[in-house]
């Protein structure tokens, strides 16, 4: 028996947030993200922006997880990195850099999809004895900026897509309802705080019915666009006088919606487990009516720390720490990729019904 440790270097850098992560034999050991407060003037992450404050980042970034990990680079036994979906330019600087530093160390590289690193990080270990972790299969709810799909996850390596967004995804819907109301970009966290203190039933929003697994947050959008222009035009500051209100309507609509479908493929298919996932997993009023879900309906709900909802690299190491350990590596000419697609080596398995 060696006591040899399987260290891996996670890098993501798929949208706005530049983050590595040392996770080592399963657990992790440092996690650190450098937002970009750069596009916070525009409303909305700028592609090219975000790929410069990459280039700036990403140095520094490295540096700090592997101190704080207390490894040097030469332990490292490969680096994993985010190879998409998410902007072409932002993964192409966290790919170069991957490519560079593992061909610099002589190391195995891992590539990592976006996603499938959000489910797997409910996986995180740090090293806590009281850790829960889903068992297989489940269901996970994705939800982000960019993404609504239940998965179903039947391992590490085998997940399919059962249904997802047909336009909006949910944080897209919050994020434009936000930025309606005049509320900053991102607009979610916006909507969760001022939802606090508002009536999530002072105004009702049609509810989409979409088939099948399958969501669409877009005719919500625009009811809440329409309710608001019929509403400024009788009283101009109805926004301002209503904004609790408003903003507990449609974050209570946004979550009847995902909730419906994740119960009913969760009943359909008689799985116990849901796990939930991506940065709208930070919603307060979701995670409580997950909670109640669960409760109700003796389903097992899986909730991760606030910090692994959004984009991290301690995701993308703990899913190339398993790729790892497959053998799953990924050769220099591999190239980044900006939209969910199908991925290239079979090995992979991670099945995308579209
Ligand atoms: O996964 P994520 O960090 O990255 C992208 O998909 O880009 O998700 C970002 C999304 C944004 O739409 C943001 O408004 C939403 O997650 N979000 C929230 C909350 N925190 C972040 N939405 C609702 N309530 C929150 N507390």
Redesign the pocket.
């Known amino acids: 028996m060696t006591d040899k440790k399987t260290i891996i270097l996670g890098i993501e850098s798929s ?1 706005d947030d530049t983050s590595a992560a040392v996770i080592c034999n399963g657990v992790l050991l440092s996690n650190i993200i450098a937002g970009q407060s750069v596009h916070a003037a525009y409303g909305g992450v700028v592609p090219e922006l975000a790929s410069r404050a990459h280039q700036q980042n990403i140095i520094p970034v490295v540096h700090e997880a592997l101190k704080t990990a207390g490894v040097d680079k030469s332990e490292l036994s490969a680096i994993a990195f985010t190879r998409g979906p998410g902007l072409l330019g932002s993964l192409m600087v966290g790919t170069s850099f991957a490519k560079g530093l593992a061909q610099a160390l002589d190391i195995p590289l891992v590539d990592v999809n976006h996603l499938q690193a ?1 489910v797997l990080a409910h996986f995180i270990s740090e090293g806590k004895p009281d850790e829960k972790i889903p068992e297989f299969p489940f269901l996970c709810l994705l939800v ?4 609504s799909q239940i998965i179903l996850v039947k391992s590490y390596n085998d997940m399919k897509i059962i249904g997802q967004t047909i336009d909006d995804a949910a ?2 819907a ?2 434009k309802c936000a930025k309606v109301m005049g509320l900053p970009y ?4 916006h ?2 705080r001022l939802a606090q203190t508002g009536n999530p039933k002072a105004f009702t929003f049609n509810k989409p019915q979409i088939p099948e697994y399958n969501y669409s947050f877009s005719g919500l959008k625009t009811s809440f666009l329409y309710l608001l222009r019929d509403k400024v035009a009788e009283n101009p500051d109805f926004i301002q006088e209503n904004i609790n209100d408003l903003s507990a309507s449609i974050q209570s609509t946004v979550v009847d919606i995902l909730l419906a479908k994740v119960k009913k493929a969760a009943l359909d298919l008689k799985i116990r487990q849901i796990a939930v996932a ?3 997993s ?3 009023e979701l995670r409580k009516a997950l909670t109640e879900l669960g409760k109700k309906h003796h389903i097992n709900v899986f909730i991760p720390p606030i910090s692994y ?3 991290n690299a301690a995701m993308i190491a703990m899913t190339g720490y398993f790729k790892y350990l497959d053998k799953n590596f990924c050769p220099l000419t591999e190239v980044p990729y900006s939209r969910i697609t199908v991925e290239t080596r079979p090995a992979t398995s991670l099945h995308i019904n579209q």
Request: proline share 8%; with cysteine.
């Open positions: 949208c959000h982000s900026g960019g993404n944080g897209e919050f994020d991102p607009g979610g966290p909507i969760d991506g940065g709208v930070a919603n307060s909802t959004t984009d």
